[in-house]
Each structure stands twice: as C-alpha cells, then as structure tokens.
C-alpha cells in the first residue's frame, strides 16, 4: 500500500503562490505516476495535474496550464504542485493521488489518495 499526506496548504491573496507537497510512504514511490485533484465546495472532484513516474509527461487541466507546475523528487518520496497566479476560483481542497494504470486524468484510475489539504485564495 502507499500511504499519502499533503501539506503546505493555506490562505493566499489573489494573484499570489503557493506550493502543495504530498509525501509518499510504503510501497516504492518512483513506480506510480502521481497526481492532484481539487474539490470546491458543492462540486465534483476536478483533475489538476499529473506526473509521470520518470517526470518525462505532464499533463495539466486546461484551467491551470502556464500556472501551476507539477514535480517530483522520487529521493524524497514527495511529489510537489507550485501554483503562481492564483485565482478565487482556484480554492478548494487540493488531493495528492497515485496510479499503475498511465499517466490518466481519469480520477477512478487513481488508487490511493491523501486527505487533502486547503487552499483558499481571497480576492
């Protein structure tokens, strides 16, 4: 099993950063593609990004692409979301998530899951 934690969530202003981190532990990090998801308040559960498990594909929502990077640093089991230029409707609660099945957008392909963490941006 792989067990995830993410941190590094909080209050930002519009138009500013923050960067999301989701350790990793248990079975070995380095062999799943990760993921984040975002859930706002009354809506479904949203793909954010993904990475790969060699970080050579990244795939990202449309409503985040030129702003938000994902990363990894399989040494430290941890998998990061830098988010710059950040919007009201950017706030939700940000999941880390891991798959076998490809670098998928696809939330039911995700096996594990943390419990989230945070993130409100006021305008």
């Known amino acids: 099993q792989v067990q995830l934690v993410e941190s590094g969530g909080g209050l930002v202003q519009a138009g500013g950063s923050l960067r999301v981190s989701c350790a990793a532990s248990?079975?070995?990090?380095?062999?799943?593609?990760m993921g984040w998801f975002r859930q706002a308040p009354g809506k479904e559960r949203e793909f954010v990004a993904v990475?790969?498990?060699?970080?050579?594909?990244?795939n990202y929502a449309d409503s985040v692409k030129g702003r938000f990077t994902i990363s990894r640093d399989n040494a430290k089991n941890t998998v990061y979301l830098q988010m710059n230029s950040l919007k009201p409707e950017d706030t939700a609660v940000y999941y880390c998530?891991?798959?076998?099945?490809?670098?998928?957008?696809?939330?039911?392909?995700?096996?594990?899951w943390g419990q989230g963490t945070q993130v409100t941006v006021s305008s």
């Open positions: 990475i790969s498990w060699n970080r050579i594909s990244t």
């Open positions: 998530s891991a798959t076998l099945r490809g670098a998928t957008q696809n939330q039911w392909e995700y096996i594990y």
């Open positions: 248990g079975r070995t990090f380095s062999s799943y593609n």
